[in-house]
């Protein structure tokens, strides 16, 4: 069965520290957000102040957001919202990949829902995009895992 692309990669902004959130103003020393990012834009200060992103650096693979454990990092990222919708409106089954996955990806598999990077993707939003399926299935597609930069920190 073939289907549509639906590219959440489009929406990539840079990620917000909503910094009353953040654990670190209460010592907690809570890097989470700069041990998850492959390319180094969190930076941390040697205080309890919060971590500040370095937005031209970012990539926008919203690693950093599951990361968190408060939640404190927004707008980076497709919703998980937005990808249980993009699934459910692909059929019977959806394959969730990133863009260079699509490019790799045998012809008329499944309906795509594509995204900045699997590995920011929480298990709970899989979980709801396979419910929101019915009987259908979802697959991630890690084909293009192996020789991406992001993959060591994802995998």
Known sequence: MGGGVTDLTAILPRPV???????RRHGSG???????????????P???DPPRPDAD????CALCVPACPVGAIIDVGPSAA???EAAA???????????VAQQVAAPGYAASVLVPCLGALDPETVAAAAVRLEEG?????RAACEACPVAPVAA
């Open 17 to 23: 520290l909503r910094a009353e959130s953040c654990t």
């Open 30 to 44: 809570c890097a989470a957000c700069a041990d998850a990012c492959p390319r180094d834009v969190w930076q941390v």
């Open 46 to 48: 040697s205080t309890d």
């Open 57 to 60: 650096a970012c990539i926008g």
């Open 82 to 84: 937005s990808v249980v």
């Open 89 to 99: 409106s692909a059929g019977g089954s959806a394959v969730v990949r990133c863009r």
């Open 137 to 141: 299935t979802v697959t991630l597609e």
